[in-house]
């Protein structure tokens, strides 16, 4: 069976791997339409759940 050619291969991540980057993205995209009070109190449940390398990877959070 042929694949297509315009299909990439997804490296294999873990879905811990995968949540985290998911959670990241959705951060970044709060912060992005100016939605910094939901960005900030979903930074706050990931580091409830314990995962500090969210918000390291965050930047700082005050850019102004």
């Known amino acids: 069976m042929e694949t297509a050619p315009n299909t990439r291969e997804c490296p294999k991540v873990s879905a811990e791997e995968r949540a985290k ?19 900030e109190q979903l930074i706050g449940r990931s580091l409830r759940r314990a995962e500090p390398g969210i918000v390291s990877l965050l930047g700082p959070l005050d850019t102004d």
């Open 21 to 39: 980057h998911d959670l990241i993205k959705q951060i970044l995209k709060l912060r992005w339409m100016g939605m910094e009070k939901e960005a």
